[in-house]
Antibody, heavy 121, light 107 residues
Framework: EVQLVESGGGLVKPGGSLRLSCAASGFTFSNAWMSWVRQAPGKGLEWVGRIKSKTDGGTIEYAAPVKGRFAISRDDSKTTLYLQMNSLKTEDTAVYYC????????????WGQGTLVTVSS | EIVLTQSPGTLSLSPGERATLSCRASQSVSSNSLAWYHQKPGQAPRLLIYGASSRATGIPDRFSGSGSGTDFTLTISRLEPEDFAVYYCQQYGTSFTFGPGTKVDIK
């Protein structure tokens, strides 16, 4: 069974930093392209960024609102995805989900339960 | 960036009725890489449809997707009580974007 478990959320002041982790199990993590998606309170889903597998080049893409402030990385030996968030703004307040995205071969998409990040003074 | 627009914003229907949700893209979606999710309060999104018309694993056949290019539709043939939720379309052909969502609530 695929499991994605996010951690690391919490309260941080504007301008601060936070690192989120997503522990993965139940699938071959090293082959997976992984994404972060966030959802501000009462709002819709917003894609944050994606990292490809190392065998597919490890390319990382970011959404415009977070480019230059957030960094996605992965540790395949620990089957863990990371999101380093710097220069946080109040508008970054959201539940952050990690997801495998759409697996068109299996017809699935796995998501974690999310971790809440609150940016407030 | 491909912008997705969903309509209507809210759809008020009764159980057993048919629901038709629309998703329009600002430019053609590559390889019909369009997915539909639904989300209930406090839960993560759940994939319903991918590739514009393929049902995800375990999704009942009352859910169907259609469309191509810039216009896509999700149809729920007969609403069950568990279908009342927010529905999002997502394109994953050129980077990724989500639509703003359509809330399907009980009339």
């Amino acid at each position: 069974e695929v499991q994605l478990v996010e951690s690391g959320g919490g309260l941080v002041k504007p301008g601060g930093s936070l690192r989120l982790s997503c522990a993965a199990s139940g699938f071959t993590f090293s082959n997976a392209w992984m994404s972060w998606v966030r959802q501000a309170p009462g709002k819709g889903l917003e894609w944050v960024g994606r990292i490809k597998s190392k065998t597919d080049g490890g390319t990382i893409e970011y959404a415009a609102p977070v480019k230059g402030r957030f960094a996605i990385s992965r540790d395949d030996s620990k089957t863990t995805l990371y999101l380093q968030m710097n220069s946080l703004k109040t508008e970054d307040t959201a539940v952050y989900y990690c997801t495998t995205g759409v697996n068109v071969v299996a017809g699935t998409s796995s998501w974690g339960q999310g971790t809440l990040v609150t940016v407030s003074s | 960036e491909i912008v997705l627009t969903q309509s209507p914003g809210t759809l008020s229907l009764s159980p057993g009725e048919r629901a038709t949700l629309s998703c329009r893209a600002s430019q053609s979606v590559s390889s019909n890489s369009l997915a539909w999710y639904h989300q209930k309060p406090g839960q993560a999104p759940r994939l319903l449809i991918y590739g514009a018309s393929s049902r995800a694993t375990g999704i009942p056949d009352r859910f169907s997707g259609s469309g191509s290019g810039t216009d896509f539709t999700l149809t729920i043939s007969r609403l069950e009580p568990e279908d009342f939720a927010v529905y999002y379309c997502q394109q994953y052909g050129t980077s990724f974007t989500f639509g703003p969502g359509t809330k399907v609530d009980i009339k």
